[in-house]
């Protein structure tokens, strides 16, 4: 799987848009974009993916460059429950051996009151 | 209703001592996982099991042996326990082994002293 990297850590403004940055150049033409999160003390959350099409949902959008190379993340109305810390992690989606997320060390997202 | 339940959530031995981490989804899901996240909180893959079939087994110390008794449940057990294990560990469960959303528990907290 290819390697991403994120900054180690941002602020946001409670109510402000958080825009999480990811780098994953290596990235090859069957790998998907995943976001999950992971808030202090609990398992981590699955937020979004994409292959190459923008996402939304109701927890976020997900805008992928055109040579995804990059993604950002985005949290249109950030609260102080979103502080986490936000893992991208890029992946093939076939089953067997191949399933399994490879966690770097992601970006811890302080929102401020 | 909890989909990922893992038990205990905190697990306080010594050094030497067998134990064993309970991990039930009641999501209906084929495959199951075990992630461990260390003291610097990387967060890595240890095992997966899908309908009850071992299909991920990463380099880990064959003191770790995963149960699934059903594809409802993995088990985790750790023989001969080393301070190293300290950890916070993770259950995981996906729809089947290519799912694109893992669920996780909500981890438990070994300590070995």
């Known amino acids: 799987d290819a390697k991403t990297t994120q900054p180690p850590s941002m602020d946001c403004a409670e109510g402000r848009a958080a825009n999480l940055p990811c780098n994953h150049s290596?990235?090859?033409?069957?790998?998907?974009v995943y976001w999950y999160r992971q808030i202090h003390s609990q398992g981590p959350q699955y937020i979004i993916h994409?292959?190459?099409n923008n996402e939304t949902n109701e927890m976020a959008s997900l805008i992928i460059t055109e040579d995804r190379k990059s993604s950002t993340l985005i949290l249109p109305h950030a609260t102080l429950r979103d502080t986490a810390v936000y893992y991208c992690?890029?992946?093939?989606?076939?089953?067997?051996?191949?399933?399994?997320?490879?966690f770097g060390t992601g970006t811890l997202l302080a929102v401020q009151p | 209703d909890t989909a990922v339940s893992q038990t205990p959530k905190y697990l306080v031995t010594q050094m030497g001592n067998d134990k064993s981490i309970k991990c039930e989804q009641n999501?209906?899901?084929?495959?199951m996982y075990w992630y461990k996240q260390d003291s610097k909180k990387f967060l890595k893959i240890m095992f997966s099991?899908?309908?009850?079939?071992?299909?991920i087994n990463e380099t880990v110390p064959n003191r770790f042996s995963p149960k699934s008794p059903d594809k409802a449940h993995l088990n985790l057990h750790i023989n001969s326990l080393e301070l190293g294990d300290s950890a916070v560990y993770f259950c995981?469960?996906?729809?089947?082994?290519?799912?694109?959303?893992?669920?996780f528990g909500q981890g438990t907290r070994l300590t070995v002293v």
């Open positions: 290596t990235i090859s033409g069957n790998e998907y």
């Open positions: 999501l209906g899901h084929d495959t």
């Open positions: 992690i890029v992946r093939v989606n076939y089953g067997g051996a191949t399933n399994k997320l490879i």
């Open positions: 995981a469960s996906s729809q089947e082994a290519g799912a694109t959303e893992a669920f």
């Open positions: 099991y899908n309908n009850k079939e071992l299909i």
């Open positions: 994409g292959l190459k």
